[in-house]
């Protein structure tokens, strides 16, 4: 596509429940990445994959957390037992490939509120 | 801990003057730097990139490096109101080939 898309653009859920995030990336971008932005404060980083594995996924905060992208494109992150603390903006971005001069893309954005 | 540290604001300038905007970073080894715009409520998006020391200049925008002194900054000249926005620092460290790390933010407010 055009751009980094990203669903749902919000989401509601309820403490405890297993939410999922889609993001899918410009076409023929290899590097997809995902962030979490909280209210005042810069991205961060979650886990990002080069093609369909994870090549770093140190900033995942706890194995609620989960993500995946089984053909190389589209990417899914799924948060199992939801917290109030995971309230927050996960943005998508992707890139042509992995390198050190490599520029991101970002999505829109999928905001999630915990009650 | 690597880290990205910029001043989180607000910074307000007036109208045609120039607003310059400052990050620090932790990790000596950083190679990439990167400046985007996020306006409220939206995503971010770049500005700027900058690989080697000195300057980079891309419309009224500069973008200033100094690795010994691990700063980065970048100047906007004759600002604007449609400047308005947050502007991240994000950092792209040695041996990393993949995610940035970013700052939290310098909020701009550019007054008429």
């Known amino acids: 596509g055009a751009g980094v898309s990203q669903t749902p653009s919000n989401k509601v859920t309820e403490k405890g429940k297993y939410v999922e995030l889609r993001c899918d990336p410009i076409?023929?971008?290899?590097?997809l990445y995902w962030y979490r932005q909280s209210l005042g404060q810069g991205p961060e980083f979650l886990i990002y994959?080069?093609?369909?594995?994870?090549?770093?996924d140190s900033g995942l905060p706890n194995d609620r957390f989960f993500a995946v992208r089984p053909e190389g494109s589209v990417s899914t992150l799924k948060i199992q037992r939801t917290e109030r603390g995971d309230s927050a903006v996960y943005l998508c971005?992707?890139?042509?490939?992995?390198?050190?001069?490599?520029?991101?893309?970002f999505g829109a954005g999928s905001r999630l509120t915990v009650l | 801990q690597k880290e990205v540290e910029q001043n989180s604001g607000p910074l307000s300038v007036p109208e045609g003057a120039i607003a310059s905007l400052n990050c620090t970073y932790s990790?000596?080894?950083?190679?990439?730097f990167f400046w985007y715009r996020q306006y409220s409520g939206k995503s971010p998006e770049l500005i700027m990139s900058?690989?080697?020391?000195g300057d980079k200049e891309d419309g009224r925008f500069t973008a200033q490096l100094n690795k010994a002194s691990q700063y980065v900054s970048l100047l906007i000249r004759d600002s604007q109101p449609s400047d308005s926005a947050t502007y991240l620092c994000?950092?792209?460290?040695?041996?990393?080939?993949?995610?940035?790390?970013f700052g939290k933010g310098t909020k701009l407010s550019v007054k008429p």
């Open positions: 994000a950092v792209r460290g040695r041996g990393s080939q993949g995610n940035l790390i």
């Open positions: 971005a992707s890139s042509l490939r992995v390198s050190g001069a490599n520029v991101l893309t």
């Open positions: 076409s023929g971008h290899t590097a």
């Open positions: 990790d000596r080894g950083s190679q990439s």
């Open positions: 900058i690989y080697s020391n």
């Open positions: 994959f080069q093609g369909t594995g994870a090549a770093d």
